[in-house]
């Protein structure tokens, strides 16, 4: 059965509009302490004379309206989520038992070190474990996100430069690269110079070197890159920049594709962030929180943000900054809650686990590529890592079919849709990134939703542009959106 | 107007020499690639510019564009009308779509820039 509605259905109401007045929820039972009058601790202007205009409602309303909107949502928990260069991986089940253990979930963030032992050795260990993941000599946890991680990195190459007396301005990114890398770069400060990738999709070592120069401070790289290829000259780059004497900084979104395969500081990398929402398994949907840990080899290793753990005859201690740290760059410790996922996500799959997750990445990448080749162009057709492009330019070219209505048609189908449209250097992209949690199944039936669409394309095209027809709303109008805000707050 | 005598660049954009101005805005081709526009920060009158400087941003449902300014000069001149209505750019992207005018330092800066036949061969081969 399949429903249209108009854009302006109420799929369900606001609490203020449910709300009755006199309901109740919870109602704490009467205390023991003495009261104490508002007015004799807050200045009296401040004080309400009437109380909060907040919804009332009873416990059933309030689980009835969340678990619809719950209902509404499309998720990683219920449908496969190919959004490429995300890496929307299952989320187990028992990092949301441990990481709700009362040590970590209720530990105030306040605490004297001494009873807050068992998370700073958490931290302690989860610093060296991702060290020796990526080949690094130190990390920090702080940064609470990807982008986080590249300015704290940038933070941290400025600071270098500026300690060898030599500051250097220009940061170079290549055209494939995430829009955060030039991005993190210009709010460091730096002028953003943007390298062409070759026609195999990789850097062009040629065209680097005639833009990498003594006022190079950075060279962004990620590998594998963002259409899913390694980059085999990857060495020779490093080694190119660092003749000029710049810094090469991973960007280690993609690292899902090289857990246990190889390390981030043996291809020459001085700085790499990793996505622990992405590589770690912590649940990423709407944005957070995640985490960002940024690795540096022994170099960089005085500019690191403060604190860190550090141990001793004591115990664990988090450590005031040393004189070169480019000092805080989040609240408290990062986001510890995330942290611990990640680290249980380590332990429990140990070294020979975390190479079986790059495995299964790239066998299920690049067997959805091969269900899909005849079906869709592939941009730079070779084998793949952990994600690769297809396109609907030929979809365009022939029926008007964008990439945008193959994405939205997918919903209908019961799949996420892939990340579209980038990298920008493929013309109307789809970005395919099946993680490794996802079995041979879902992708044959990924791969069968795909042709069906390609053959509507032809017979019906109509129904691709004004997909999707089984959601609970329609195509949304996202340019009128963006050119006629209706903010309001 | 005569379109013909339009030089362009290998980012896209389209420049019009008239005396000693210049007239700028995007490519036909550039402006499908990027879809539906929804804010153009316009650069500053006044502002100096070397040819292949970020002068502007053109911003659509897809990313954020960078506008290299294809030959140096002042910008004498910047098209309001793209605040009001960014659409101009996909309904009209050579002629009210036009992003700046500029003062030229250096004419023979424009000898450097392809003609119509060489960028659309260009802007045809240059995809993966």
């Given at each position: 059965m399949e429903k249209k509605h108009s854009p302006g259905r109420i799929l369900e109401p606001l609490l203020k509009d449910l709300g009755q007045d006199g309901r109740r929820a919870f109602q704490l039972p009467k205390t023991d302490l003495p009261a104490v009058a508002p007015e004799t601790q807050i200045p009296s202007d401040w004080v309400r004379s009437k109380p909060a205009a907040l919804p009332e409602l009873s416990e059933r309303d309030l689980v009835k309206h969340f678990m619809r909107l719950a209902h509404l949502n499309f998720s990683v928990e219920t449908n496969f989520y190919p959004l490429g260069s995300c890496t929307m991986k299952y989320n187990p089940r028992v990092h949301e038992e441990i990481a709700g253990l009362s040590g970590f979930?209720?530990?105030?963030?306040?605490?004297p070190d001494s009873l807050s032992q068992g998370t700073l050795q958490l931290l302690f260990e989860l610093e060296r474990m991702l060290a020796e993941v990526l080949g690094m000599d130190a990390v920090t946890l702080q940064p609470a996100a990807g982008a986080h991680g590249e300015f704290t990195a940038l933070l941290m190459a400025r600071a270098y430069h500026e300690a060898q007396g030599r500051p250097r301005k220009k940061v170079v990114v290549t055209d494939?690269?995430?829009?955060?890398n030039p991005a993190s770069a210009a709010l460091c400060g730096f002028d953003v110079v943007e390298v062409k990738s070759n026609a195999r999709g990789r850097v062009s070592l040629e065209s680097l070197a005639s833009v990498?120069?003594?006022?190079?401070a950075v060279f962004m790289m990620t590998n594998p890159n963002t259409l899913g290829l390694f980059e085999e000259e990857v060495m020779k780059v490093t080694q190119l920049v660092h003749d000029k004497g710049g810094l090469v900084y991973m960007d280690g979104a993609n690292m899902n594709a090289l857990l246990g395969q190889v390390r981030p500081g043996d291809m020459g990398f001085d700085m790499v962030h990793v996505n622990i929402h992405k590589t770690f398994s912590i649940p990423h949907g709407s944005g957070g929180p995640g985490g960002g840990p940024v690795g540096v080899k022994a170099h960089l290793k005085p500019f690191l943000p403060a604190p860190m753990v550090a141990s001793g005859s004591a115990g664990y201690r988090l450590e005031s900054p040393g004189p070169q740290s480019i000092g805080r760059v989040r609240s408290f410790f990062g986001n510890v809650g995330a942290l611990v996922r990640a680290y249980a996500y380590i332990r429990s799959l140990g070294t020979d686990g975390l190479k079986q997750v790059s495995e299964g990445a790239i066998l299920n990448a690049n067997y959805l590529k091969e269900l899909l080749r005849g079906i869709y162009p592939i941009a730079v057709?070779?084998?793949?890592?952990?994600e690769f492009i297809a396109s609907a330019k030929e979809m365009k070219a022939s029926q008007g079919i964008k990439a945008m209505d193959i994405a939205k048609r997918l919903l209908d189908y019961g799949f996420y849709a892939p990340t579209i449209c980038f990298p920008l250097i493929v013309e109307e992209a789809l970005m395919i990134e099946p993680s490794e949690t996802e079995s041979r199944q879902t992708l044959e039936s990924f791969a069968d939703a795909l042709a069906k669409i390609k053959h509507e394309s032809e017979e019906t095209p109509e129904r691709l542009r004004t997909a999707p027809h089984r959601m609970p709303v329609s195509r949304l109008d996202e340019v009128q959106a963006a050119r006629e805000p209706n903010l309001r707050w | 107007m005569d379109l013909n005598g339009l030089k362009y660049t290998k980012t896209h954009e389209w420049l019009r020499v008239e005396g000693q101005l210049g007239i700028v805005g995007i490519t036909q081709h550039a402006q499908e690639e990027i879809?539906?526009?929804?804010?153009v920060e316009l650069p500053k009158v006044g502002k100096m510019v070397s040819q292949g400087e970020e002068t502007a941003v053109v911003e659509s449902v897809k990313a954020a564009f960078s506008i290299y300014a294809p030959i140096s000069g002042t910008i004498t001149?910047?098209?309001?009308s793209l605040s009001k209505d960014p659409g101009l750019i996909n309904r009209s992207p050579l002629e009210q779509g036009w992003i700046y005018k500029i003062e030229l330092r250096d004419p023979a800066e424009a000898k450097a820039l392809m003609d119509a036949p060489a960028y659309e061969a260009w802007a045809k081969g240059n995809k993966h």
């Open positions: 979930a209720q530990l105030h963030p306040y605490a494939s690269s995430h829009g955060t990498v120069d003594h006022d190079t057709d070779e084998s793949c890592m952990h | 879809s539906d526009v929804v804010f001149t910047v098209n309001e």
